[in-house]
């Protein structure tokens, strides 16, 4: 849940009730106030309609707005080519892969991200389904937004797709707000190395790594038993 959004969402209909009885009107304050249009402003609850438009900004800025600056991280950027590579997987999944940078460097490698059309797939990691176990699972800044039940949602995800002996890489931004205009409403997750620490324990997954990276950002790396 995106907690930024849900209280301007609640704030909003505090001010402009009426907007419940009226999708225009709420399509127009939704649009006024977040700068994303919904096709479908139905909804049985609050937090409903904040996932919807929590949804659509995020869609509106990685899908529009951000571009990928991998050269940029001393770990977590070209490197994990090098890192992929030297483990000779069967098959690897680049969650939130964006323009797909990976394809064509690393074999056989599946991108999924719901708001970019270079992905093989234009899925998240929750609405991804498949019956292939991962050597490799890439996660480089996507598994990053909202509050800690989604985050750990797409965690436990990711790793039910591994193989045995899987190894999975991690950038994460510890809650550093992108400075874009269209960010201002995305919430990104505030990593530590003790909430990774302590999803290991709970997964049962050694901690081959765990350090900071270039731009305020952590990296660590993940083996499933």
């Given at each position: 849940?995106?907690l930024k959004i849900?209280?301007?969402?609640?704030?909003?209909?505090?001010?402009?009730?009426?907007?419940?009885?009226n999708?225009?009107?709420?399509?127009?304050l939704?649009n006024?106030?977040?700068?994303v249009?919904?096709?479908d402003?139905?909804f049985?609850?609050?937090?409903?309609?904040?996932d919807k438009?929590d949804?659509?900004?995020?869609h509106?800025y990685?899908?529009?707005v951000?571009?990928?600056?991998?050269?940029?991280?001393?770990?977590?950027g070209?490197?994990?080519?090098?890192?992929?590579?030297?483990?000779?997987?069967r098959n690897?999944?680049?969650?939130?892969?964006?323009?797909?940078?990976?394809?064509?460097?690393?074999p056989?490698?599946?991108?999924i991200?719901?708001?970019n059309?270079?992905a093989?797939?234009e899925?998240g990691?929750i609405?991804y389904n498949?019956?292939?176990?991962?050597?490799?699972i890439i996660a480089?800044?996507?598994?990053?937004?909202?509050s800690?039940d989604?985050?750990?949602?797409?965690l436990?995800?990711a790793?039910s797709?591994?193989?045995p002996?899987?190894?999975?890489?991690?950038?994460v931004?510890?809650?550093?707000?992108h400075?874009?205009?269209?960010a201002k409403?995305i919430?990104?997750y505030?990593w530590n190395?003790?909430?990774?620490?302590?999803?290991?324990?709970?997964f049962n997954?050694?901690?081959?790594?765990?350090?900071n990276?270039?731009?305020?950002?952590?990296?660590?790396v993940?083996?499933t038993?």
């Amino acid at each position: 849940m995106n907690l930024k959004i849900l209280n301007e969402v609640e704030y909003m209909l505090q001010t402009s009730p009426q907007a419940l009885r009226n999708p225009a009107k709420l399509k127009q304050l939704i649009n006024g106030i977040f700068s994303v249009e919904l096709d479908d402003v139905s909804f049985s609850t609050v937090a409903e309609l904040t996932d919807k438009i929590d949804t659509a900004v995020l869609h509106k800025y990685f899908g529009e707005v951000w571009q990928p600056e991998t050269k940029k991280f001393k770990y977590s950027g070209l490197k994990v080519i090098e890192e992929v590579n030297a483990l000779k997987p069967r098959n690897v999944l680049d969650i939130g892969c964006g323009y797909n940078e990976f394809k064509g460097k690393i074999p056989n490698l599946i991108g999924i991200d719901p708001y970019n059309t270079n992905a093989d797939y234009e899925v998240g990691i929750i609405d991804y389904n498949t019956d292939i176990k991962f050597d490799v699972i890439i996660a480089l800044g996507s598994i990053n937004f909202g509050s800690t039940d989604k985050v750990f949602a797409e965690l436990e995800k990711a790793v039910s797709l591994c193989a045995p002996g899987a190894v999975m890489f991690f950038r994460v931004n510890p809650g550093h707000q992108h400075d874009k205009p269209e960010a201002k409403w995305i919430t990104f997750y505030p990593w530590n190395s003790n909430f990774i620490m302590n999803c290991a324990d709970y997964f049962n997954v050694d901690v081959l790594d765990l350090r900071n990276d270039s731009n305020n950002r952590m990296y660590f790396v993940w083996r499933t038993k």
